[in-house]
């Protein structure tokens, strides 16, 4: 089975910085073999898209409302994801998920809580 575990969310005042990790465990996921991404989802609306990394972690992908302002990492010696987030804003308030590119319905976790204060 396996598990997808966000953290390090928070409240942070719009120009703040936070750090969130994605940490994955499962007898049969083989992280790093696994283009893996970073999603939101925004209170009454759909989630979307943030940020993905390939295998090596040598190629990245954003969403044009972040880009500049995220960083994805990635660590396969700790099956751990990164998502540097600097510049916040207030319409980065959501709720954030990681999940492999593309994502499986039986990956999602609980995601982590960001709340950015204008």
């Known amino acids: 089975q396996v598990q997808l575990v966000e953290s390090g969310g928070g409240l942070v005042q719009a120009g703040g910085s936070l750090r969130l990790t994605c940490a994955a465990s499962?007898?049969?996921?083989?992280?790093?073999?696994?283009?893996m991404g970073w999603f939101r989802q925004a209170p009454g609306k759909e989630r979307v898209f943030v940020a993905r990394i390939n295998w090596t972690g040598g190629s990245t992908w954003y969403a044009d409302s972040v880009k500049g302002r995220f960083t994805i990492s990635r660590d396969n010696a700790k099956n751990m994801v990164y998502l540097q987030m600097n510049s916040l804003e207030p319409e980065d308030t959501a709720i954030y998920y990681c999940?492999?590119?593309?994502?499986?319905?039986?990956?999602w976790g609980q995601g982590t809580q960001v709340t950015v204060s204008s």
């Open positions: 499962g007898r049969t996921f083989r992280f790093s073999y696994n283009v």
């Open positions: 999940n492999t590119i593309p994502p499986l319905s039986a990956y």
